[in-house]
């Protein structure tokens, strides 16, 4: 059971691969392709309605507070979900709609044989405690830290190089196994 001074604040879930500037010429198909699934999956209401591009690389797609975005780049697709109390998306929906995304728009860009990084990132608050970095050391890490700052980003990252792209017909973990059928 999760400590109840850890609030969950953001919710990242994105795919990485190689570079590919295709992305820039479709991003209308991209938008097109998104928005289609909302007759196939139920996204929370007003999801992806808002669209920016920032620069010729990338599509921006979110809803009007910007709670849920959908970002589409030359280098990957990454969904990201403001998690805050009484939030109307939970973990496992934006996993859903991430699952969906990815399996539609990765053909597009000619990318899906290209994949070199599956992320997921939580991003959490602790309250009640007046120095939250010397807590999560002393009580997480076993470490017992003086003097710090009330702030601290750790970042804790676990990479297999992988020699062929996940999407590929060879990797049959990724397509049944993480994402469903």
């Known amino acids: 059971m999760a400590d109840p001074n850890w609030q969950l604040q953001k919710f990242i879930i994105g795919i990485r ?17 998104v928005l289609g699934l909302r007759k196939k999956v139920l996204f929370p209401k007003g999801c992806f309605s808002q669209m920016t591009r920032p620069d010729v690389t990338k599509i921006i797609l979110t809803d009007k507070d ?3 975005s959908l970002t589409c780049s030359i280098d990957g697709v ?16 934006v996993a859903e709609i ?7 728009v990765l053909p597009l860009t000619e990318a899906k044989d290209k994949i070199n990084r599956l992320g997921v990132i939580y991003e ?17 890490m076993k470490v017992n ?16 190089p992988v020699t062929e792209s996940v999407m590929s017909s060879k990797s049959h973990h990724f397509q049944t196994g993480l994402f469903g059928t």
């Open 124 to 140: 959490f608050q602790i309250s009640n405690f007046t120095n939250s970095a010397k807590t999560i050391f002393s009580q997480f």
């Open 98 to 104: 991430f699952t969906h995304i990815v399996h539609a």
């Open 66 to 68: 910007e709670n849920l």
């Open 17 to 33: 691969h190689e570079r590919t500037f295709l992305i820039s010429d479709i991003h209308g198909g991209i938008m097109d392709v």
């Open 145 to 160: 830290l003086t003097g710090i700052h009330d702030n601290m980003l750790m970042r804790i990252s676990l990479k297999n």
């Open 78 to 93: 990454v969904i990201q979900a403001e998690m805050f109390e009484g939030s109307l998306v939970a973990i496992e929906k």
